[in-house]
Every structure is written in C-alpha cells, then in structure tokens.
C-alpha cells in the first residue's frame, strides 16, 4: 500500500543548510508536496514538483526528486530560527480524487 | 492565504454527546478534505468531497459522517464521541487541475477533546 516515512527529528544551527528527507511507496505518485505547520498553526504550504522533474528552487527552498530511489528532501539554506517547525511530505497518487497520503512529519529544531 | 475557516476552534464534549465541526471556505473549491492529526500519525483522511452531496470515505472514517449540502461548507460529524476521537481535526480544500499541482490548502485546526 501507500506509505510515506520520514525521519523523526533534526536539529541545525541557525545559519546552516537543513536536509529534511522523505521516502514514498508508490511508484504512480504524481506529484509530492512539502507542508511547514508551526506550533498551534495549520499546515502551509511551502513547495511542490511534479514526478517528472528532478529539481525545484524556490528563494531557500531546493527539492530534489530520486524517482529511482522514490526519495523526496527539501533543503532549506541558510536556516533561521523562524524555520524551527514541523515538516510535512506529501504524495499523491494518480486518479480524480486528489487524495494526499502525508508522512509523520519531522521536526526541525533551529539553535541560535 | 485561502479563505478557510473552521469552527469552533476549540471543543470539549463528553463520551457519547454528538459533535459537528464545520469548515467554511471563500474560494469557491470543488474538493473539501476532513482530517485528524494525531502524534506519530501525520494526518490520515477521515472523508472528503468532490462536490455538493458527493462524499466518500478516507482511511479512518469509522464512527464520523459528513455532510455537504453547499459547496462553501462541509460538516464533520462524530455522532457519539469517544476518547479515541481526541484529536486535532484539520479541514482543507482544492481545486482540481494539472496546472497548479492539485495542492491542498488547509485551515486553522479544531482541537477536540473528548473526557
């Protein structure tokens, strides 16, 4: 079935890059999805690519899609404080219903 | 940010009482997500919709129903709570369509309690 595991915890000092990495299970997913949700907050969304492409840049934000490995990171240069929250990756699958299957989300904690 | 509200934000019910949150949105979006957070879980779909009275069931929808009799609101409904269905519910909304990547937006949360 579909399933979507990421890494618990990371801890980065501010100024440094952040790797936040994501494996998925299923091979149809079409495109994957980065959330950012901050204590008490809903889920933001911060970036997503498409199956089809390699890479994504936004300002700090790079994402890197291994499909042959189905692994998904989001890199976060420069990390602030203001980064410190709870990362969520996303999958869908192909068909009509628009459903996401989300990871269980991994802290990033941001030393000043 | 979309337009997305949910209501109330906060709630405590007791074992057995029925319950109704609601999500209201401004966009005008075809598709209209329930989901619960809970810790080492993510978020896991509870039901969702794809348009006015058209619903269907998600991975955890034992003991919730929905309704969606507008396109600007959908209902989640526990008819007899249970301490299980403690839980931060989130609502969130999207718009069919391959040019802007079928992202989901997601409102504030409500955060039930159930004692």
């Known amino acids: 079935g579909e399933d979507v595991e990421q890494s618990l915890f990371l801890s980065v000092r501010e100024g440094d890059s952040s790797v936040i990495n994501c494996t998925y299970t299923?091979?149809?997913?079409?495109?994957l999805y980065w959330y950012k949700q901050e204590p008490g907050a809903g889920l933001q969304l911060l970036t997503y690519?498409?199956?089809?492409?390699d890479m994504k840049q936004d300002q700090r934000l790079t994402v890197l899609l291994n499909k042959k490995d189905k692994h998904l990171s989001l890199r976060i240069a420069d990390t602030q404080t203001g980064d410190s929250a709870i990362y969520f990756c996303?999958?869908?699958?192909?068909?009509?219903?628009?459903?996401?299957?989300f990871g269980t989300g991994t802290l990033l904690a941001v030393q000043p | 940010d979309a337009g997305i509200t949910q209501s109330p934000r906060h709630k405590v019910t007791e074992t057995g009482t029925p319950v109704t949150l609601r999500c209201h949105q401004t966009?005008?979006?075809?598709?209209m997500y329930w989901y619960r957070q809970d810790p080492g879980h993510g978020l896991r779909l509870i039901h969702y919709s794809y348009g006015v009275k058209d619903t269907d069931k998600g991975e955890v929808s034992d003991g919730y129903s929905v309704s969606r009799s507008k396109t600007e609101d959908f209902l989640l409904t526990l008819e007899s709570a249970t301490s299980s269905q403690t839980s931060v519910y989130f609502c969130?909304?999207?718009?069919?369509?391959?040019?802007?990547?079928?992202?989901?937006?997601f409102g504030p949360g409500t955060r039930l309690t159930v004692t």
């Open positions: 966009e005008n979006h075809r598709y």
């Open positions: 996303a999958e869908r699958s192909g068909g009509a219903t628009n459903k996401l299957i």
């Open positions: 690519i498409f199956s089809n492409m």
């Open positions: 299923d091979s149809s997913s079409t495109y």
């Open positions: 969130a909304i999207s718009e069919s369509g391959r040019i802007r990547g079928y992202e989901q937006y």
